[in-house]
Every structure is written in C-alpha cells, then in structure tokens.
C-alpha cells in the first residue's frame, strides 16, 4: 500500500489548509482540509489490502528474428470474495515497462490483455515480472502484488533469403599475399589449428594435442564442397548501431544458406573470435551467439583482418563500411551510405557490393551467384 503522486500532493494540500487555517484562525481551510485527509485516509483504507489475483503470461513465439513480431499475452483472475476496482497490470520489459489497464474485476472474472513485445535489437529480453496493482476510485492510493514468473524471449538476427556460395575451389591466402585456388583431394589436410565449438570431434589431432597441450583439429579441403568465410567487422566507430545490426544479419543469412546447403562456413570478428558453421545442426548455436555479438572497443586504427582470415580456404566475405582494403579475391560488402568510392575490385577485392541494409546486400549477393 502506498499513495500515488496525486495522493501526495492531495496530502501535502490537506496539510497546509489545516495548518494555515488552524493558524489564521479561519474555520474554511481547516475543514477543506480534514475533508482532503480523510479522503486520503479512506483511500489507505480502500487499499489496505493487496488484490488477490491469480495472473499467466504466455509469450509467441519465444523465438523471434529482429523486426519480426511476438506477442505476450497476460491472463488475470479475481481470486477473491470482492470485487477489484481499478486493476493495472506492469510487465517489466528489460529496462522499460508496459502498462496495461485492466479495469474492474468481479470474482472468478478474468481478463486478457495482449501486447507486442519490442524486437528491435538482438539479444535476450527479459519479460517479468509482473505487477498487479488496485487503486482507490479517486487514484490516490494504490496496492500491489507481484504476480507471474518471468521469461525470455531470444531475439535471433534477421535471416533474409540468400544463395549459398557457388565456388567449390579452395583459395587460400598466403603470406606474401599470393592466392592458391586449385582443387585437391577430397580430404586434403588445409591446416592444424586450435579446435572452435561446432568442430566434428573426428577430426582431433591428438598429436598435435599432446604437444601443444591444447585441443587441435585437422582442417580438412573439400572440392566438392565451397567454404564461406565470413569476416565481420566489429571495431567500434566503423559501422553505427543501426548499420551494424544490418551487418550481422548479412552474415547470419550467408552463413545459414552455406550451412543449409551442407557446406563448411566460419565466422570470424575483426577482434579473432572465431566460430564453425558445419551442418544445418550448427545454425541454431550461431545465431545465438550472433544474437549477443557487440562491438569491440577496439578502434577504426586496428587491423581489420585476423590472422585467422588470411588462412581462410574457399570464398571469403568481408562485412564492414566505407571504403576499406580487403584480401585479395575476397567480396567485400560494405554497408551504409556510401561516403567515397569504392576500392577498385582489381586492385584487392574479387567484387564489392554496397548496399543500404541487409536486404539490399543479400539480395545482390543472390545476383552475383546467379
């Protein structure tokens, strides 16, 4: 139980007409006064008591991709022998709530209220708790009880429809900047390297393991099979917010077309952190883990290019903004306004794609795999 602002202030007047009539002598104020406290006093009174309700909520659907909707339901039961007068329902939405009135309940009444949950930004959001609160007819005072658990509602990048990539050669990126891309055995041993969540356990280098005292893995070539890399650029002051939620989604439809298709792709950030895409099995986990990806503190200064991508065998695909040098062979996608021209695919990159927003870069994507 607790009086609202109006409440307060309706006090804090009531107050003053009886101190300052009580002081001047004048009989008015003072009973303007006691009228107003006793109307917050029976508004105390009125609300004295929590309301019993029963209250639900059930969330459609729990997993959603950015911009898509998803809608909470909230379902609240007058459990009691009275009559609930002015509910209003509070359902905490991560740092922001939603207010929802549901009116006067009678006994056993219940009412459903339904409201579109914010999916703009990828991540978690936490929905709940909720609150159940009972005002007084004059809304000075209000009760309240804390009604239902909470939940989460995962919001996945934007998948937008794109062709996987239709190379099957195997480039790789030495050094000295020469590329190889010619066609070797089916199991051609690319490389040893430390082992990522989502590499197939068969392919342990126990050797190697033993001698590094690390988990490695064999990095194997297959012809007949394209590998995506997709590089993204995660340095702070790049790409903006906006831009960069558009980024991530580029990456989350190649890389999920590539897996579909049951073609090898990796993920990796400009700050290293590197992730396989093996299988149909493996898009659920990256997506998850793009749904929490966030920009580096790194600077615009910092090397784009990781070591990591310089070894990349098959089609590399580099997300950032501006004009930014790529590898060689490489696509480079640069999203946002086009502040400059574009680098010359000649010189660095095998083609460059500017696009708006993830719409528009996929769908030339598709296009140039046509």
């Not at 660095?348 to 030339?364: F, P, S």
Request: glycine residues 8%; positive net charge; proline residues 7%.
């Amino acid at each position: 139980m607790r009086l609202t602002r109006r409440g307060i202030a309706v006090l804090a007047v009531a107050a003053l007409l009886v101190v300052s009539g009580w002081w001047g002598r004048y009989p008015l104020p003072v009973a303007l006064g006691a009228a107003f406290l006793g109307v917050v006093l029976a508004a105390l009174l009125t609300t004295s008591r929590p309301p019993t309700v029963q209250a639900g909520r059930s969330i459609h659907p729990e997993l959603v991709e950015r911009g898509r909707p998803a809608t909470a339901r909230l379902r609240v039961r007058n459990t009691g022998a009275r009559r609930l007068v002015g509910l209003l329902a509070t359902d905490a939405l991560g740092r922001d709530a939603r207010v929802l009135p549901l009116g006067d309940l009678a006994p056993d009444e219940e009412a459903t209220r339904d409201y579109h949950l914010p999916t703009g930004s990828r991540g978690r959001l936490t929905v709940g708790p909720l609150v159940v609160e009972r005002a007084d007819p004059f809304g000075l005072a209000r009760s309240r009880v804390t009604a239902g658990d909470r939940a989460t509602v995962r919001v996945h990048p934007r998948q937008w429809p794109a062709q996987p990539p239709a190379s099957g050669r195997r480039r790789v990126v030495h050094e000295e900047g020469t590329v190889d891309e010619s066609r070797r055995g089916s199991a051609d041993l690319r490389d040893v390297r430390e082992y990522v969540p989502g590499d197939e356990v068969r392919h342990l280098h126990w050797k190697a393991t033993a001698r590094t005292g690390r988990l490695m893995v064999r990095d194997l070539s297959d012809p007949r099979r394209s590998r995506l890399t997709v590089l993204l650029d995660t340095r702070d002051g790049i790409l903006t917010a906006a831009d960069f939620d558009e980024a991530v989604d580029v990456a989350a439809s190649l890389l999920s077309a590539s897996a579909r298709a049951g073609h090898p792709a990796r993920l990796i950030t400009s700050a290293g952190r590197e992730s396989a895409v093996d299988g149909p099995y493996a898009i659920r986990p990256m997506l998850d883990a793009l749904s929490e990806l966030r920009q580096d503190r790194a600077t615009a200064d910092t090397a784009l290019v990781p070591a990591q991508a310089r070894r990349a065998g098959g089609d590399l695909v580099v997300i950032t903004a501006g004009p930014r040098a790529g590898l060689p062979g490489a696509v480079l996608i640069l999203l946002g306004p086009a502040t400059g021209p574009a680098p010359d695919p000649g010189e660095a990159t095998r083609r460059v794609i500017r696009a708006a927003d993830a719409e528009q870069a996929v769908r030339r994507w598709n296009e140039a795999n046509r």
